[in-house]
């Protein structure tokens, strides 16, 4: 199984839903955007952040790149718990069938070499 590590740092930001400047993201990169209630979250590139959001930073993204099917039951759960059992804290991101992990820049090296050893490559 094949996975991406991105270069660039991101950031979980939460905002309120009475901002007062607009959003402003790079298209061109992942960024997700959430809504429940009164809370905003999102997360984009750490040199994107909102104005007037409070941020959680130093992220790394990681992508799964084979699409998860019905074949592919349980790679992402596989993932979260290697790295849940080497208390590295993750943030996992499904949209459709692709499978993101958001992982401390702080213990990227650490969790690239637990994915190695259990059989993960990187491109």
Request: aromatic residues 12%; hydrophobic residues 40%; glycine residues 2%.
């Amino acid at each position: 199984m094949k996975l991406k590590l991105f270069k660039e740092n991101y950031a979980v930001c939460n905002l309120s839903n009475n901002i007062s400047s607009p959003i402003c993201i790079d298209t061109n990169s992942f960024y997700y955007i959430t809504k429940f209630k009164e809370d905003l979250s999102i997360i984009c590139l750490k040199k994107s952040i909102p104005k007037d959001a409070s941020t959680d930073g130093d992220w790394r993204l990681l992508e799964i790149l084979k699409p998860i099917n019905l074949y592919l039951v349980g790679i992402a759960s596989k993932i979260s718990k290697m790295l849940k059992d080497c208390n590295i804290s993750i943030f996992e991101i499904e949209v459709e069938d692709k499978n993101y992990f958001l992982i401390k820049e702080s213990d990227v090296d650490n969790a690239c070499e637990i994915l190695e050893y259990n059989g993960f490559r990187f491109i």
